[in-house]
C-alpha cells in the first residue's frame, strides 16, 4: 500500500474566517496541530502510552504553504505522508485538500523530535512507535515526494 495516511477530516469552521472571508492563516496551523495529533495517536503515541512511557513529540521547525483561499464550511481533509526519519526525528508533510475535489489547499512540513519527559531531553523511539514508524515509511516510500518540500523562503532575482 503506498497511500498517504488521512489523520483529519472536517469543514471550516465560522470560528477559522477572518475580515477577508477566508480561513485565517494562524487557523491553518491550529487544523494542521489537530491533524497532527491524529498522526501521533495512529503511530501509537496516545495520551495513554505517552503518560505509560514518558515520552512526547516536540516539534521542531515547521513551514506551511497556503495554496489556494478556504471558505467557511468547505470541507478539509489532511493527510500524512513520512518523507524520512531516524532513530529520534521524523519529517512529514501534511497535506490540506479539499474534501470534495481533492484540490490541495495547503501543505505543511514538519520535523518532530521524540523526548523523554522524565529526563527532559531527547530520547530514541521506543522499539513499539519505531517498528510503526518503519512500517508507514515502508508503505509510502514510492510516494513521490511534494515539490515544497525543504523549500526555504526568498524572493527570486531578476537579472
Given at each position: 500500500m503506498t497511500a498517504?495516511?488521512?489523520?483529519?477530516?472536517?469543514?471550516?469552521?465560522?470560528d477559522w474566517i477572518d475580515y477577508n472571508g477566508h480561513m485565517?492563516?494562524?487557523c491553518y496551523v491550529v487544523v494542521f496541530a489537530q491533524a497532527l495529533d491524529n498522526f501521533i495517536d495512529q503511530i501509537g503515541l496516545d495520551a495513554d502510552y505517552r503518560a505509560q512511557?514518558?515520552?512526547?513529540?516536540?516539534?521542531?521547525?515547521?513551514?506551511?504553504?497556503?495554496?489556494?483561499?478556504?471558505?467557511?464550511?468547505?470541507?478539509?481533509?489532511?493527510?500524512?505522508?513520512?518523507?524520512e526519519h531516524d532513530s529520534k526525528k521524523l519529517r512529514l508533510v501534511l497535506s490540506m485538500q479539499h474534501?470534495?475535489?481533492?484540490?490541495?489547499?495547503?501543505?505543511?512540513?514538519t520535523l518532530l523530535l521524540h523526548m523523554d519527559m522524565a529526563a527532559k531531553r531527547t530520547?530514541?523511539?521506543?522499539?513499539?512507535?519505531?517498528?510503526?514508524?518503519?512500517?508507514?515509511?515502508?508503505?509510502?516510500?514510492?510516494?513521490?515526494?511534494p515539490a515544497q518540500a525543504g523549500r526555504g523562503i526568498a524572493l527570486k532575482r531578476q537579472p
Amino acid at each position: 500500500m503506498t497511500a498517504k495516511m488521512k489523520i483529519f477530516e472536517g469543514p471550516v469552521s465560522p470560528d477559522w474566517i477572518d475580515y477577508n472571508g477566508h480561513m485565517n492563516d494562524a487557523c491553518y496551523v491550529v487544523v494542521f496541530a489537530q491533524a497532527l495529533d491524529n498522526f501521533i495517536d495512529q503511530i501509537g503515541l496516545d495520551a495513554d502510552y505517552r503518560a505509560q512511557h514518558q515520552v512526547s513529540l516536540y516539534t521542531l521547525q515547521s513551514a506551511v504553504h497556503y495554496l489556494q483561499e478556504v471558505k467557511q464550511g468547505e470541507p478539509l481533509q489532511i493527510f500524512a505522508h513520512l518523507l524520512e526519519h531516524d532513530s529520534k526525528k521524523l519529517r512529514l508533510v501534511l497535506s490540506m485538500q479539499h474534501g470534495d475535489s481533492g484540490i490541495e489547499l495547503a501543505l505543511l512540513e514538519t520535523l518532530l523530535l521524540h523526548m523523554d519527559m522524565a529526563a527532559k531531553r531527547t530520547s530514541p523511539f521506543l522499539p513499539a512507535t519505531l517498528a510503526r514508524i518503519e512500517q508507514l515509511h515502508a508503505q509510502q516510500a514510492e510516494l513521490p515526494w511534494p515539490a515544497q518540500a525543504g523549500r526555504g523562503i526568498a524572493l527570486k532575482r531578476q537579472p
